[in-house]
Nanobody
Framework: QVQLVESGGGLVQPGGSLTLSCVYS????????LGWYRQATGKEREWVAT????????DYADSVKGRFAISRDNAKNTTWLQMSGLKPEDTATYYC???WGNGAVTWGQGTQVTVSS
């Protein structure tokens, strides 16, 4: 089982930057894909970005493309979501997610990001 712990959320002004971290632990499979999701109040959880185990390829939702960057360091068991050009509509609870094997998934506890002046 994989455990995830996010950190780095907070209050930031529009146009600002913030970096979220997610440390993963436990039995780490070789095919561990890591992703970030977010859920705003009253809305469904939506996918933000993924970094794949194979080739470290990345994918982004259109709403964050060009503003957010996902990365990982397997030696540190950490993935990051670097967010820049933040907008009020980016306000949400951000969740780290890990997937592997035949659809196994685990979630972190979430970290709040608020973009407001």
């Amino acid at each position: 089982q994989v455990q995830l712990v996010e950190s780095g959320g907070g209050l930031v002004q529009p146009g600002g930057s913030l970096t979220l971290s997610c440390v993963y632990s436990g039995h780490i499979p070789e095919d561990l894909n890591l992703g970030w999701y977010r859920q705003a109040t009253g809305k469904e959880r939506e996918w933000v970005a993924t970094i794949h185990a194979i080739g470290m390829t990345t994918d982004y939702a259109d709403s964050v493309k060009g503003r957010f960057a996902i990365s990982r360091d397997n030696a540190k068991n950490t993935t990051w979501l670097q967010m820049s050009g933040l907008k009020p509509e980016d306000t949400a609870t951000y969740y780290c997610a890990a997937t592997w094997g035949n659809g196994a998934v685990t979630w972190g506890q979430g970290t709040q990001v608020t973009v407001s002046s």
